[in-house]
Antibody, heavy 116, light 108 residues
Framework: EEQLVESGGGLVKPGGSLRLSCTASGFSFSSYDMHWVRQVAGGGLEWVSGIGHGGDTNHADSVKGRFTISRENAKNSLYLQMNSLRVGDTSVYYC??????????WGQGTTVTVSS | DIQMTQSPSTLSASVGDRVTITCRASQSIGPWLAWFQQKPGEAPYLLIYQASNLQNGVPSRFSGSGSGTEFTLTISSLQPDDSATYYCQQYNNYSGYTFGQGTKLEIK
């Protein structure tokens, strides 16, 4: 079964840092683009960052310069390093597998709360 | 940045109805549009990719069409399990993904 499992969420103060992880199983992780998408409670979806299977990266303007996406293919793992966190970054963060034009496998999400 | 606008924001329909949700892009995105279904407490679920391709396992009552700036998701015969929020999503090589604001579909 193709599966993604996120971890690393929690409560952090404004200005703090957090590193999210996503572990893949059941498919050839190194062959796929991977993404982070977030969702405010009761709100819509916002794409955060993506990394190609070749390692090229892209970030939403709202997180550029603060968040960094990376991957470690040997560990079937995706990461999101989040620095200079703001209250507005409070969300459920999902990792998702990218296929041409879509995101076809999603994790269950991990909750990040930024509050003093 | 490319903006995605869905309509309507909410929709109420009866079992068996034909339902259409529209998504408009602020500039042409070719066929690079996907549709997702999300139920409360769950992750989004891919229904349609590249505007009109049905994801494996998705019931055939779901269909997608369009290209360029205007796209539609159609449910041909609404079922009780279709109560959910639906999102469109575009992919642009330079600016990444953008989601529409969502359409909440309620069953009467």
């Amino acid at each position: 079964e193709e599966q993604l499992v996120e971890s690393g969420g929690g409560l952090v103060k404004p200005g703090g840092s957090l590193r999210l992880s996503c572990t893949a199983s059941g498919f050839s992780f190194s062959s796929y683009d991977m993404h982070w998408v977030r969702q405010v409670a009761g709100g819509g979806l916002e794409w955060v960052s993506g990394i190609g299977h070749g390692g090229d990266t892209n970030h939403a303007d709202s997180v550029k310069g603060r968040f960094t996406i990376s991957r470690e293919n040997a560990k079937n793992s995706l990461y999101l390093q989040m620095n200079s966190l703001r209250v507005g970054d409070t969300s459920v963060y999902y990792c998702a597998r990218g296929v041409p034009g879509g995101l076809d496998v999603w994790g269950q999400g991990t909750t990040v709360t930024v509050s003093s | 940045d490319i903006q995605m606008t869905q309509s309507p924001s909410t929709l109420s329909a009866s079992v068996g109805d034909r339902v259409t949700i529209t998504c408009r892009a602020s500039q042409s995105i070719g066929p690079w549009l996907a549709w997702f279904q999300q139920k409360p407490g769950e992750a989004p679920y891919l229904l349609i990719y590249q505007a009109s391709n049905l994801q494996n396992g998705v019931p055939s009552r779901f269909s997608g069409s369009g290209s360029g700036t205007e796209f539609t998701l159609t449910i041909s015969s609404l079922q009780p399990d279709d109560s959910a929020t639906y999102y469109c999503q575009q992919y642009n090589n330079y600016s990444g993904y953008t989601f529409g604001q969502g359409t909440k579909l309620e069953i009467k």
